[in-house]
């Protein structure tokens, strides 16, 4: 049996005011593939947008893949990797604080998602110079300015 196919995928939401219109970009490379995504909301939010995007290029991915997510939202690193997410999903979604977890509809999708694949997820500075992260922004504001917005 062959191992799955690697993807590395960087992630990046925007939005014009928070809340505002808003977009996410993907990059999605493979060895031999590169694949962008993108899209527009009218009215939305940075995280929502941050979390539109890994969910977008996981949802792109046709069969079971390892994945290595950047993203500059250290919400979503820590969420994932520190086990907010499991904990959030374990006191009905209420923080450690005692608020409301926000978009939880959004981690419900996500953390189907990442059931499907194996997924790591990496930080990595935003508008830091690194080239794909930076195509990421572009195809993510790329998106709002366009005017066609998803919703």
Same mark, same amino acid.
């Given at each position: ?20 219109? $808003?977009?996410? $970009?993907?990059?999605?490379? =493979?060895? =031999?593939?590169?694949?962008? #995504? ?5 009215? =939305? ?28 939202? *250290? ?11 499991? /904990?959030? *999903?374990? /006191? ?10 926000? /978009? ?6 996500? @953390? &189907? #998602? ?14 830091? $110079? ?5 195509? &990421?922004?572009? #195809? @993510? ?5 366009? $005017? /066609?917005?998803?919703?």
């Amino acid at each position: 049996m062959s191992a799955p196919p690697n993807v590395i995928m960087y992630t990046d939401g925007a939005c014009s005011g928070n809340p505002g219109p $808003g977009g996410y $970009g993907v990059v999605m490379l =493979t060895a =031999t593939k590169r694949k962008e #995504l993108s899209a527009a909301f009218r009215a =939305t939010t940075n995280n929502r947008m941050e979390l539109m995007a890994v969910i977008a290029g996981l949802r792109a991915l046709r069969v079971t893949c390892e994945v290595s997510v950047y993203t500059d939202s *250290q919400l979503i690193v820590n969420a994932m990797t520190k086990g907010w997410l499991k /904990n959030w *999903q374990a /006191n009905n979604w209420i923080t450690s604080s005692r608020s409301k977890v926000k /978009n939880i509809d959004l981690w419900e999708d996500l @953390a &189907a #998602l990442c059931k499907a694949h194996h997924v790591t997820f990496n930080w990595i500075r935003g508008h830091s $110079g690194h080239a794909e992260n930076e195509r &990421a922004d572009a #195809l @993510a504001v790329a998106a709002i300015k366009s $005017g /066609n917005f998803a919703d």
